[in-house]
T-cell receptor
């Protein structure tokens, strides 16, 4: 069973601080990784994708991938109350099936 | 913008009823997916389709079937609904070769009594 593991939280971070979300995966063959954000009562939306080792930055978001250690992380700088949501980590196994973690609930405290 | 539309936001059905969940996308995407989302279990793939009349089982296909007669429409069928199929059902679509970049519909919350 190919798995993606996340700490379910909740994770509380003060406004303006850095939020750090982590994810591990079981299949060394996975090549593609994604972060989705899901607001309460809404459907998930893609916010970041990362395919190679290292960091990828997009605005206040940075995705980090370490294939040797099989983990992916998402950093949110200058956290805002609007960042409060559940963040889903996902990995592509076999290039067809996207497997999701159970999500980490993030709360930004004003 | 990609739009994925699910026909029903909320449904209440009785055990044993046949249930149809419809999903339509307007961006000519080849790939379409059905997931269910449950607390503590996350999103789990039920079925997906990469072309008209094609279907592939996901991780939890038991108790479900699908239909894809037209490229833009992907239907999920519960032949005989059971209480353990009470869940949020999410449809998604993607471009070819882009299985990780999903566009989701708003979801259909099904309650089976």
């Amino acid at each position: 069973q190919k798995e993606v593991e996340q700490n379910s939280g909740p994770l509380s971070v003060p406004e303006g601080a850095i939020a750090s979300l982590n994810c591990t995966y079981s299949d060394r063959g996975s090549q593609s990784f994604f972060w989705y954000r899901q607001y309460s009562g809404k459907s998930p939306e893609l916010i970041m994708s990362i395919y190679s080792n290292g960091d990828k930055e997009d605005g206040r978001f940075t995705a980090q991938l370490n294939k040797a250690s099989q983990y992916v992380s998402l950093l949110i700088r200058d956290s805002q109350p609007s960042d409060s949501a559940t963040y889903l980590c996902a990995a592509l196994f076999g290039n067809e099936k996207l497997t999701f973690g159970t999500g980490t609930r993030l709360t930004i405290i004003p | 913008d990609v739009k994925v539309t699910q026909s029903s936001r909320y449904l209440v059905k009785r055990t044993g009823e046949k249930v149809f969940l419809e999903c339509v996308q307007d961006m000519d995407h080849e790939n379409m997916f059905w997931y269910r989302q449950d607390p503590g279990l996350g999103l789990r793939l039920i079925y997906f389709s990469y072309d008209v009349k094609m279907k592939e089982k996901g991780d939890i296909p038991e108790g479900y079937s699908v239909s894809r007669e037209k490229k833009e429409r992907f239907s999920l069928i519960l032949e005989s609904a059971s209480t353990n199929q009470t869940s949020m059902y999410l449809c998604a679509s993607t471009l070819p070769g882009s299985f990780g970049e999903l566009f989701f519909g708003e979801g259909s919350r099904l309650t089976v009594l």
